[in-house]
């Protein structure tokens, strides 16, 4: 069993930066894709981004490329996102969850487990 905790939510300004984290405990993330997933109010929720188990590939939703950043750090059990320029339309309760198989495509990833959510607000 994994648990996934996030961190890092609040209120800015549009333009400013958040980063989120998200910390694993229970089992190691090293061998799972980690991912970013975001719900509004009245909305679905969409895939933002994710990362391979390796690091060495990313993905994201068309909505928040150059703009937002995805990274991990295996030995601390963390993954990030770095949210820079943000606007408005990114006000959402983020979700961090893993992919046991590795996915980290926006129309393969597939959360297995996940936090809790942070909420994210950008003002105008």
């Known amino acids: 069993q994994v648990q996934l905790v996030e961190s890092g939510g609040g209120l800015v300004q549009a333009g400013g930066s958040l980063m989120l984290s998200c910390a694993a405990s229970?089992?190691?993330?090293?061998?799972?894709?980690m991912g970013w997933l975001r719900q509004a109010p009245g909305k679905e929720r969409e895939f933002v981004a994710a990362?391979?188990?390796?690091?060495?590939?990313?993905g994201y939703v068309d909505s928040v490329k150059g703009r937002f950043t995805v990274s991990r750090d295996n030995a601390k059990n963390t993954v990030y996102l770095q949210m820079n320029s943000l606007k408005p339309e990114d006000t959402a309760v983020y979700y961090c969850?893993?992919?046991?198989?590795?996915?980290?495509?926006?129309?393969?990833?597939?959360?297995?487990?996940w936090g809790q959510g942070t909420q994210v607000t950008v003002s105008s």
């Open positions: 969850a893993s992919d046991i198989n590795n996915n980290w495509g926006p129309m393969t990833f597939r959360g297995d487990y």
């Open positions: 229970g089992r190691t993330l090293s061998w799972y894709a």
């Open positions: 990362i391979s188990w390796s690091g060495r590939n990313t």
